[in-house]
């Protein structure tokens, strides 16, 4: 035998960190089920303009409530597979636009929540003494307000539109951040590696964007995650009680809302895009259960 063999009882290599985290992620069906449908939602939004067989906000009243193409009835075609509206419009074109919708509200206002409620969290958790007892303050003075009422009562002074409902719904769920991050930094606030940062003379904002953030991360993309469904589901909300995106819009919230007379006589025009929605909620909080047991520090999976 060579005197380089490996022999059948010697050890493995111990696999590359890369290689390691490449295991888990498809290891854990959570996160490849949710990525999946999760990309699949955000490829269709993208791709609305090239994909939608028809323009979602074209009316023709001589073919209006064609069941979609499942249903055993003559009005049925390949045309409009999942049917038409009360108003003649394509039921395929509005779902794959509303796509764009629901994504935009919940990414945008997950983004000013998250910059918002991180901000107070992390500050609040840092410093600690007054500013957390500021914090605190805001904290339970935003928790003291229901979002739903006051988010209808600003939308109903303010006016309805894409932005108003971006804004307001990023300016009323940033509590779930400001919490979850300030309890994370209290906890990483007094490990040895932020002590000899702050030894070794670095400023408060190198300690905080530095050593605080990247090893609270694994907090802060479970909380987005949240959040964004919360904002969509939000969004559904106010546009079924006809505060959130306004007609002709394809949101499907408002599809919802349009549908609610017919729902005993044409019940898919409420399964559809409540289908829809409930797929995409759930991919968003399958990916971030996923994501936070892939990059957790114990390699839960």
């Given amino acids: ?41 955000v490829l269709m939004a993208l791709l609305a303009p090239y994909i939608a067989p028809h323009d979602p906000l074209d009316q023709v009243l001589d073919r209006r409530l064609i069941p979609p193409i499942w249903f055993d009835s003559d009005k049925a075609t390949w045309t409009f597979p999942l049917g038409t509206d009360h108003f003649g419009r394509d039921y395929l ?48 003075t935003r928790l003291s307000m229901p979002v739903v009422l006051v988010a ?17 719904l990023g300016l009323l769920i ?19 590696f932020v002590a000899s940062a702050q030894a070794l003379g670095c400023s408060t904002a ?5 050593e605080i953030l990247p090893n609270v991360a694994n907090h802060l993309i479970v909380v987005a995650t949240i959040e964004m469904a919360h904002a969509i589901l939000l ?17 499907w919230g408002l599809m919802i809302s349009e549908a609610k007379g017919l729902m005993f006589f044409d019940a898919w025009l409420i399964a559809i895009p409540g ?7 759930l ?4 990916l971030g259960d996923g994501l936070r047991d892939v990059t957790a520090p114990d390699g839960r999976n």
């Fill in 1 to 41: 035998m060579a005197v380089n063999d490996i022999s059948p009882g010697a050890p493995d290599m111990e696999p590359s960190p890369r290689a390691l985290l490449r295991r888990r992620v498809f290891h854990h069906a959570g996160l490849v089920i949710g990525a999946s449908v999760l990309i699949t939602i």
């Fill in 93 to 140: 074109s509005r779902l794959i636009w509303g796509a764009r919708i629901s994504l935009m509200i919940g990414v945008s206002a997950m983004l000013i929540s998250g910059v918002i409620g991180t901000t107070i969290g992390v500050l609040a958790g840092y410093f600690g003494g007054r500013v957390d007892m500021v914090a605190n303050f805001i904290i339970t």
């Fill in 275 to 281: 289908t829809a929605l409930f797929l995409l909620v």
């Fill in 152 to 168: 209808l009562a600003v939308v109903s002074m303010v006016g309805s539109s894409l932005t108003v409902v971006i804004w307001v």
């Fill in 206 to 210: 190198r300690i905080v964007l530095s």
């Fill in 235 to 251: 969004e559904a909300a106010l546009s079924f009680l006809g505060l959130g995106v306004q007609p002709p819009e394809p949101s």
């Fill in 174 to 192: 940033w509590d779930r951040f400001a919490v979850v991050m300030r309890s994370a930094t209290m906890q990483v606030r007094n490990l040895d």
């Fill in 283 to 286: 991919s968003i909080n399958l």
